[in-house]
């Protein structure tokens, strides 16, 4: 079969790959659909993310077809149409049982912080990612779900990771009726939280980003009010002026360790390597929010930081919240509020790039050109 493969720091290729076999009674083998590029990929791609290995493939946003079933297997047919939520998870561990899918403790012998991850660098268990033709699905009965006959193919993969993070950042800010909500970054886990913010009663929505066509999409897309922090000396300062000088209720950070804006941190972080990435847009979260208020980190953060604004979070008596996305718990809710025509996820794809062009699709996303917001790779086009 044809797969993206990691060759090391911006550099991927598609290649030549067995294809994958059944290694479990209840594994499941799928025929990619579709697949997406994340945000959280870029950080595999730039070399961010411990133990990427050469000659894996990424990938934790696809759907498919079901190709072949292990013996155990009784929730899914070869045939079926389905969606795979991004975490690997058993099901019946002490966190599965209790909903923290993205922390179970039985699919990852690499760390026992996060569980596993589809295509997402031996730290996360190792696993082969959906950048491909074909991609083994362990614990087929517990992730994933058959795509309902109305939901199209393009909503169902926003479905496996970006909607239901968007939401669960809005979740974690226990947002009051009337709240002020500010939101870090305006890629498609940000758009989706501010969208899903208004959902829950946010009163005003406030994005944050220095790309303008981005911030554009955050006022069609999320009828967000936006600001470019570029054009502010000080964004958190311009954030306390038009919040009464007393701050938001809610900032949720959707941007995670390879922030921009703070130029000493982007060089002791991606230049000099002192620390595991630049947590600009954690501290605007948490110098933005008023005392007493929650900030919700849904951004991605690898391994140590320093000059993190703890200190301040804690004089401010915060709320931090923050965790990968247990994305199944999301899809009730989130199936209804689609269905109901509340929201479109598929508004965000801007870019259908066939698999053997993928190295193309993660420099456009990458270097955010072409308007880029959410690229789909298409395995099957030509
Ligand atoms: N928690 C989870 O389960 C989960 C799931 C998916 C993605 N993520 C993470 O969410 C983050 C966003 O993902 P995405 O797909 O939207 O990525 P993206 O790269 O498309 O978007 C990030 C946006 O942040 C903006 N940005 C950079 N620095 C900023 C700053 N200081 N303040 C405000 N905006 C800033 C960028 O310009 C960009 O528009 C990533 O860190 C990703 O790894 C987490
Ligand atoms: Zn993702
Ligand atoms: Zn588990």
């Known amino acids: 079969m044809r797969a993206m493969v990691y060759r090391g720091p911006y550099k991927v290729r598609v290649e030549d790959k067995e294809v994958p076999a059944i290694e479990h009674p209840n594994d499941a083998i799928v025929r990619v659909a579709l697949a997406a590029i994340c945000g959280s990929d870029l950080h595999l791609y730039h070399g961010m993310m411990p133990d990427t290995r050469v000659g894996s493939t990424f990938g934790h946003e696809f759907i498919g077809v079901v190709e072949e079933v292990g013996g155990s297997v009784q929730n899914l047919k070869v045939g079926d149409r389905v969606m795979v939520p991004f975490n690997v998870y058993c099901g019946s561990c002490y966190f599965c049982s209790r909903g923290l899918y993205s922390n179970c403790h039985n699919v990852n012998p690499n760390a026992t912080a996060v569980g596993g991850i589809y295509g997402y660098s031996h730290t996360c268990g190792g696993y ?13 009965d517990v992730g994933p779900m058959v795509i309902p006959e109305w939901l199209s193919d393009e909503d169902a ?30 890629g ?4 989706f939280a501010a969208r899903s913010a208004w959902f829950m009663g946010a ?7 220095h790309l303008d066509y981005r911030l554009q999409k955050a006022r069609d897309f999320a009828f967000a009010e936006t600001y470019n922090f570029n054009e502010h000396d000080d964004v958190v300062v311009h954030l306390k002026k038009i919040t009464d000088y007393l701050g938001a209720d809610v900032a949720i950070d959707a941007v995670g360790a390879e922030a921009d804006g703070n ?8 230049k000099l390597k002192l620390q595991g990435g630049s947590p600009v847009a954690l501290n605007w979260a948490i110098d ?10 849904v951004g ?5 930081f320093s000059a993190v604004k703890f200190g301040d979070a804690m004089n401010k008596g915060l ?4 965790n990968q996305t247990p994305v199944k718990r999301q899809w009730p809710r989130l199936l209804e509020h689609v269905q109901n025509g509340h929201l479109k996820p598929s508004d965000l794809v801007t870019h259908r790039i066939p698999l053997e062009h993928i190295s193309e699709g993660y420099h456009i996303f990458s270097s955010k050109l072409d308007d880029c917001i959410k690229p789909v790779i298409v395995p099957e086009a030509a």
């Not at 009051?176 to 970054?185: K, M």
């Not at 130029?263 to 991606?270: D, E, G, N, R, V």
């Not at 991605?300 to 140590?304: L, S, V």
């Not at 709320?319 to 923050?322: D, E, W």
Request: a negative charge; glycine letters at 14%; aromatic letters at 8%.
């Open 157 to 186: 993969l926003m479905m496996t990771d970006a909607l239901p993070t968007g939401y669960f950042g809005a979740q974690l800010g226990d947002i009051e009726q009337g709240d002020t909500v500010v939101v870090f970054g305006a």
């Open 300 to 304: 991605a953060y690898g391994p140590m």
């Open 203 to 209: 009163g005003r929505v406030i994005v944050i980003d």
């Open 188 to 191: 498609p886990v940000g758009l």
């Open 128 to 140: 082969d990612g959906g950048q491909s033709q074909f991609v083994r699905v362990p614990f087929a």
């Open 319 to 322: 709320t931090l919240r923050m």
């Open 263 to 270: 130029l000493l941190q982007h060089i002791t972080s991606a």
């Open 288 to 297: 933005s929010v008023r005392k007493g208020g929650t900030v919700s980190v």
